[in-house]
């Protein structure tokens, strides 16, 4: 004896999960205040890295004043091997410094930054009838795709022209607008928008 099961019944169907624009905008505020942490754990990271470059830079030139007055003081002798290692100690040891600072500078670019205020944007110009399932941002936010529903297709042109008004989208082009009929006879449609051409 056979049985069918109806896969295609509402409870064996995958459930989405939609953002309303205030879940996205508390998420954004989060994301964002993690960004302002990071930033400044690293800011004071530099900071302490700096005034030990500077106490180091200080070290240094009295070791090159000393061993210059012990050069001059003592004549054309040898100078002290001693001095000599310890001023090469000092300069390899500020080469290090400033090598710390400079990677630490490079892991806070702008565009980090710049992530919560596209995510801001992106809730701010959320019109009503309209809610987002997925948001995605790849390449430091440079490309941006969007999941969710509409009750109306017209909506989703008129929230992509209210997005390229945002200054954080001014000349981002969305090269893929793709819609879908909802199952069942359900009012709306599914949306996917993208800035790249392969998203699937």
Do not use: C
């Not at 990271?45 to 240094?60: D, M, T």
């Amino acid at each position: 004896m056979s049985q069918q099961i109806n896969l295609y019944q509402p409870i064996f169907r995958k459930e989405q999960i939609v953002f309303s624009a205030r879940t996205i905008v508390w998420l954004s505020a989060g994301l964002l205040a993690l960004l302002l942490l990071w930033s400044f754990l690293v800011s004071q990271r530099v900071s302490r890295l700096e005034a030990e470059h500077q106490r180091q830079l200080q070290a240094e030139e009295r070791a090159v004043s000393q061993l210059t007055r012990l050069q001059r003081e003592a004549g054309p002798t040898e100078p002290s091997p001693e001095l000599e290692a310890r001023v090469a100690r000092l300069e390899q040891r500020r080469e290090t410094l400033e090598q710390s600072l400079q990677a630490l500078t490079r892991q806070v670019p702008a565009s980090q930054s710049r992530l919560g205020e596209r995510i801001d944007a992106i809730a701010r110009q959320l019109p009503e009838g309209m809610w987002l399932s997925r948001i995605e941002l790849a390449s430091e936010g440079r490309e941006v795709t969007l999941h969710g529903r509409a009750l109306a297709p017209r909506l989703v042109p008129d929230y992509l022209r209210r997005l390229g008004d945002e200054q954080q989208f001014a000349g981002t082009g969305f090269r893929q607008v793709r819609l879908d009929a909802m199952d069942n006879g359900q009012a709306g449609v599914r949306f996917v928008v993208s800035t790249r051409e392969d998203d699937t």
